[in-house]
Each structure stands twice: as structure tokens, then as C-alpha cells.
């Protein structure tokens, strides 16, 4: 069982198979109230694999505290019931639904984005072979790559609310 709550992040995001996107240190506060997405355009070595997303507020001295999160497993992409596999190597389009969070960073914080393909304990992991999955013991590590192009551009949706006069 994970424990809930907020916590550093920095170890996680020293790791080598973590992508960490930051804004630059915000001159305004910024509330965020409601569902979080992240569209991700990738292809994977692997016939099936796990992609992570996590929302974290990252204080000026460098304290990151997640925020919220969520997981996509590439088999699911298309519907949650009926599992495609992956043709590696093929560029496919992943919704993360990341649950609702309400936060105001601060001015001075950075709005910062997590993407990797485990977050284990707190999803199961995925062994990347395609496999019926709990099957077996089998792994294989996979390459991930995440798009930034014009057709494909990987983009996080937040839900910005906007102070009143």
C-alpha cells in the first residue's frame, strides 16, 4: 500500500528513465482547478508498455511535491476493455487522465510535468512483452520515445482559473 500525500520528488526525477518538463519560475500566482490530461504522442520498442504521468509544484528552493497523477497501459489505449498490442517502433497517441487537483503555485514556483513508464508501487508494473499480463515472470526492457513535433506534439491540459477583478 502506497501512503497518500505530498511528497519530494527530487530523487525520482534524478533518475535517468524520468523526463521532467519545467516552466521557467512563474511572476504570478497560477490556480489550477480541475481535471489534468497529458496527451502523449510515443513509440515504445516493446509490444506493450506503461506510460506515467505526474503534476508536481516545485517551490523556489527546488522542493518538488506531487500533485497528481495517472497511468495509461498501452495495450488499453484504445478502449479499456479490449487490449491492442503495439507495433514497435509505430508513433500512437495516449490520453493520460490524470484525476481532478485544485492548486494555486505560487509566484516563484515551477509547474512541472513527470513522464516515465513505471511509478511502481503505486501502479503495478507492466513487463513490456505482450504477454497475458500476471502470466509470468518474463521482462524486457523497453525504449521509450516521446514526441515534440508539429502532427505530434505531446501537450499537458490544465485547467486554469483566472483570478477575478
Same mark, same amino acid.
Given at each position: 500500500?502506497?501512503? @497518500? @500525500?505530498?511528497?519530494?520528488?527530487? =530523487?525520482?526525477?534524478?533518475?535517468?528513465?524520468?523526463?521532467?518538463?519545467?516552466?521557467?519560475?512563474?511572476?504570478?500566482?497560477?490556480?489550477?482547478?480541475?481535471?489534468?490530461?497529458?496527451?502523449?504522442?510515443?513509440?515504445?520498442?516493446?509490444?506493450?508498455?506503461?506510460?506515467?504521468?505526474?503534476?508536481?509544484?516545485?517551490? $523556489?528552493?527546488?522542493?518538488?511535491?506531487?500533485?497528481?497523477?495517472?497511468?495509461?497501459? =498501452?495495450?488499453?489505449? #484504445?478502449? $479499456? &476493455?479490449?487490449?491492442?498490442?503495439?507495433? $514497435? @517502433?509505430?508513433?500512437?497517441?495516449?490520453?493520460?487522465?490524470?484525476?481532478?487537483? &485544485?492548486?494555486?503555485? =505560487?509566484?516563484?514556483?515551477?509547474? !512541472?510535468? #513527470?513522464?516515465? &513508464?513505471?511509478?511502481? $508501487? !503505486?501502479?503495478? !508494473?507492466?513487463?513490456?512483452?505482450?504477454?497475458?499480463?500476471?502470466?509470468?515472470? #518474463?521482462?524486457?526492457?523497453?525504449?521509450?520515445?516521446?514526441?515534440?513535433?508539429?502532427?505530434? +506534439? &505531446?501537450?499537458?491540459?490544465?485547467?486554469?482559473?483566472?483570478?477575478? +477583478?
Amino acid at each position: 500500500m502506497v501512503p @497518500g @500525500g505530498a511528497f519530494d520528488q527530487r =530523487a525520482i526525477e534524478n533518475r535517468a528513465d524520468v523526463l521532467v518538463y519545467s516552466t521557467l519560475p512563474l511572476t504570478e500566482e497560477v490556480e489550477v482547478t480541475g481535471p489534468i490530461r497529458l496527451t502523449l504522442y510515443a513509440s515504445s520498442s516493446a509490444p506493450d508498455s506503461d506510460f506515467t504521468a505526474k503534476l508536481v509544484d516545485v517551490d $523556489p528552493d527546488g522542493h518538488a511535491r506531487n500533485l497528481t497523477d495517472g497511468i495509461i497501459r =498501452a495495450r488499453y489505449r #484504445e478502449s $479499456p &476493455s479490449d487490449a491492442v498490442l503495439l507495433k $514497435p @517502433g509505430q508513433v500512437y497517441e495516449y490520453t493520460i487522465e490524470m484525476g481532478a487537483t &485544485s492548486n494555486v503555485f =505560487a509566484a516563484g514556483h515551477r509547474i !512541472r510535468l #513527470e513522464i516515465a &513508464s513505471s511509478n511502481f $508501487p !503505486r501502479f503495478d !508494473r507492466n513487463p513490456n512483452t505482450g504477454h497475458d499480463l500476471f502470466a509470468d515472470a #518474463e521482462t524486457c526492457p523497453a525504449l521509450q520515445t516521446v514526441m515534440h513535433c508539429a502532427g505530434c +506534439a &505531446s501537450h499537458l491540459t490544465l485547467p486554469v482559473i483566472h483570478a477575478r +477583478a
